[in-house]
């Protein structure tokens, strides 16, 4: 929600070795896509292992909103009681999204071929992020957009009351442009194509057949090519949520820089499309065994088992980015700690989210005393044997850069602070007590 909260300063402080299990949420893109698809369907959904951090409650509240009936039965436990494709109602007040770009733009989708109306809004990192990559496509349905200058929050939609099928090929790489578009079609006649130059996490394509919608991929010279059946009658499902690979990634990344330590990650998503982080740290030496590989909720996972030891730095191609989005930030930590240079390429999107990841990443690295380079669309680090810590990073309302900075302080010289540690709550809201809980000194 957009409240403003005082900032919450935190400190990490160099630590013994970690050791011990660290069971991580939910998956945060499932666990927003199985309420949405829930919402969507008839019958009740149960979900198992929701990720609780405010980016979903949003959500959650979000499809209340529009006419579906959400409950919390326990911990990560929830029932959806969807209206069915086309079934959402006019919202009363401005649908607020808080911190969350998947959450807006998915939902954004959503409503965008039902004849309804409703207002947008999020926090003042929200506001700042680009609408126009998804308002565009979902103008092309027969949408009304009302957007402010150069397309930011607040939003409203009126939308399409005849729907028309559209052939959208998506102008940079991303799951939520994608995953708007795919939604809307649901309300929309006959036969929508979406074709991605490179392909993103499919959580919405898995999903949608496991709800019974007629999807289907193909590679051609084309790319991604995503072709999506309108108006089926979705089904509610169970959905067990996967463990965030992007959230394990934090004790990941401090259990490869603090020496001594050794943990166990269970049941996190292996699913290709989110791998990238963990094929790059197998290049850069890291230790890391993937146990009893299997599938949990339409998803493959396995067991981490994460050891320190040495780590050398490595090139990371553009066409990796996709798959890796989110944790460049962490890997730009570990990046410092390993013998060389590390270049990552291609990661112009870290500019619009939370915060401009580089340019935040960059700064609280050199206030740590570690030496980058900066261009558009890629980031360089040099590792060092020894990182000397001592500053402060500014998080920028940004999750992953608090997490980040907080993960450098437990194998830095020096303690590492940031301004603001609220914004952890949104995706990994049990992150102080869990790394706490591994041996960590921070708070
Ligand atoms: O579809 C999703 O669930 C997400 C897609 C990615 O964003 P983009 O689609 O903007 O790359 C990612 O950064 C975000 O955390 C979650
Ligand atoms: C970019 C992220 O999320 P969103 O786009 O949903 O705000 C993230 O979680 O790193």
């Known amino acids: 929600m957009s409240h403003s909260t005082d900032p919450r300063p935190m400190t990490a402080r160099r630590s013994g070795p970690l050791r011990g299990v660290a069971q991580v949420p939910g998956d945060k893109s499932i666990s927003h896509r199985a309420l949405i698809l829930g919402a969507l369907s008839v019958g009740e959904t149960r979900i198992t292992g929701l990720l609780e951090g405010q980016d979903v409650l949003d959500t959650a509240k979000a499809m209340a909103a529009f006419g579906a009936q959400v409950d919390r039965l326990g911990t990560g436990e929830w029932s959806v009681h969807g209206v069915g494709v086309g079934g959402f109602s006019e919202p009363e007040?401005?649908?607020?999204?808080?911190?969350?770009?998947?959450?807006?733009?998915?939902?954004?989708?959503?409503?965008?071929?039902?004849?309804?109306?409703?207002?947008?809004?999020?926090?003042?990192?929200?506001?700042?992020?680009?609408?126009?990559?998804?308002?565009?496509?979902?103008?092309?349905?027969?949408?009304?957009?009302?957007?402010?200058?150069?397309?930011?929050?607040?939003?409203?939609?009126?939308?399409?009351?005849?729907?028309?099928?559209?052939?959208?090929?998506?102008?940079?790489?991303?799951?939520?442009?994608?995953?708007?578009?795919?939604?809307?079609?649901?309300?929309?006649?006959?036969?929508?194509?979406?074709?991605?130059?490179?392909?993103?996490?499919?959580?919405?394509?898995?999903?949608?057949?496991?709800?019974?919608?007629?999807?289907?991929?193909?590679?051609?010279?084309?790319?991604?090519?995503?072709?999506?059946?309108?108006?089926?009658?979705?089904?509610?499902?169970?959905?067990?949520?996967?463990?965030?690979?992007?959230?394990?990634?934090?004790?990941?990344?401090?259990?490869?820089?603090?020496?001594?330590?050794?943990?166990?990650?269970?049941?996190?998503?292996?699913?290709?499309?989110?791998?990238?982080?963990?094929?790059?740290?197998?290049e850069m030496g890291a230790d890391i065994a993937f146990e009893d590989?299997?599938?949990?909720?339409?998803?493959?996972?396995?067991?981490?088992?994460?050891?320190?030891?040495?780590?050398?730095?490595?090139?990371?191609?553009?066409?990796?980015?996709?798959?890796?989005?989110?944790?460049?930030?962490?890997?730009?930590?570990?990046?410092?700690?390993?013998?060389?240079?590390?270049?990552?390429?291609?990661?112009?999107?870290?500019?619009?989210?939370?915060?401009?990841?580089i340019d935040a990443m960059a700064r609280g690295l050199e206030a740590n005393g570690v030496t980058v380079e900066e261009t558009r669309d890629s980031l360089t680090v040099h590792g060092m044997a020894r990182v000397p810590g001592g500053g402060t990073a500014i998080t920028h309302l940004d999750h992953r850069i608090a997490m980040s900075f907080l993960v450098l302080g437990l194998a830095a010289g020096a303690p590492v602070s940031i301004d603001d540690g609220g914004p952890i709550a949104t995706s990994f809201p049990d992150f102080l007590p869990l790394m706490r809980g591994l041996g960590a000194d921070l708070g």
């Open 93 to 282: 007040g401005v649908i607020d999204c808080g911190n969350s770009g998947t959450g807006v733009r998915l939902i954004m989708g959503a409503m965008a071929t039902t004849p309804i109306t409703a207002t947008f809004a999020g926090d003042a990192s929200l506001s700042r992020r680009p609408m126009a990559r998804v308002t565009d496509p979902l103008a092309l349905f027969g949408a009304r957009i009302a957007a402010r200058d150069g397309g930011r929050l607040p939003i409203t939609i009126e939308g399409a009351a005849d729907p028309l099928p559209v052939r959208y090929r998506t102008p940079v790489a991303s799951a939520q442009i994608k995953s708007a578009i795919l939604l809307a079609v649901l309300n929309v006649p006959g036969e929508t194509v979406v074709i991605e130059a490179e392909p993103t996490r499919d959580h919405s394509e898995r999903m949608l057949a496991g709800f019974g919608a007629e999807i289907r991929t193909e590679t051609t010279a084309e790319g991604h090519v995503i072709t999506l059946q309108g108006r089926p009658d979705l089904r509610a499902q169970p959905v067990a949520v996967p463990r965030d690979p992007s959230s394990a990634a934090f004790p990941v990344a401090a259990a490869l820089i603090v020496p001594g330590s050794e943990i166990r990650v269970p049941g996190v998503s292996r699913n290709p499309t989110r791998d990238g982080l963990y094929v790059t740290l197998l």
């Open 293 to 357: 590989p299997r599938e949990e909720g339409g998803e493959p996972v396995a067991d981490l088992v994460v050891r320190h030891g040495p780590l050398k730095g490595v090139t990371v191609p553009a066409e990796r980015a996709a798959s890796m989005i989110d944790e460049f930030p962490v890997l730009s930590v570990i990046a410092a700690f390993a013998e060389g240079t590390t270049v990552m390429n291609g990661v112009a999107e870290l500019r619009v989210k939370e915060s401009d990841r």
